[in-house]
């Protein structure tokens, strides 16, 4: 999780395991619930590791 704060405040896309695709701006990483929360034109949304 820790190469994953390099990229906060920069755009990303994630793929979740039901194949969704996010787009928006790493947030936040929250090593302790084991996510992230990804600012998107809708609201922040949190997405969980696997």
Known sequence: ???LR???G???E???RNGWVHR???EWVDPVRGGM???TG?????IPFF
């Open 10 to 12: 920069e755009p990303v």
């Open 24 to 26: 928006g701006v790493i």
């Open 6 to 8: 390099r990229y906060q």
């Open 37 to 39: 929360f990804l600012r």
């Open 1 to 3: 999780m820790e190469h």
């Open 42 to 46: 809708f609201g922040r949304r949190f």
């Open 14 to 16: 994630v793929i979740d």
